[in-house]
């Protein structure tokens, strides 16, 4: 299962996502919401902690998130 969290608040903003073990409709989630926001999110999937920016790019996340 996968979260997205909100980077300045780390509020959740969608969670119960399949992960990434299973589909993309996390990462797919989290660019979208990335871009709509215009800031970047924080995704919580399967395979580790990630920052995604609001043009797709994602990269792992600090110690701050694990």
């Known amino acids: ?4 969290y ?3 608040t780390a509020e959740y903003i969608s ?8 589909c ?3 990462i797919r989630a989290a660019r979208l ?11 919580d999937d399967d395979d ?4 995604v920016d609001p043009s797709g790019l994602c990269e ?3 110690k701050e998130w694990e």
């Open 1 to 4: 299962m996968a979260t997205i």
């Open 6 to 8: 909100d980077i300045e």
């Open 15 to 22: 969670k119960g996502l399949q992960g990434c073990n299973d």
């Open 24 to 26: 993309d409709e996390a």
């Open 33 to 43: 919401i990335a871009k709509e926001r215009d800031r970047p999110v924080v995704l």
């Open 48 to 51: 580790g902690v990630w920052i």
């Open 60 to 62: 792992p996340a600090g």
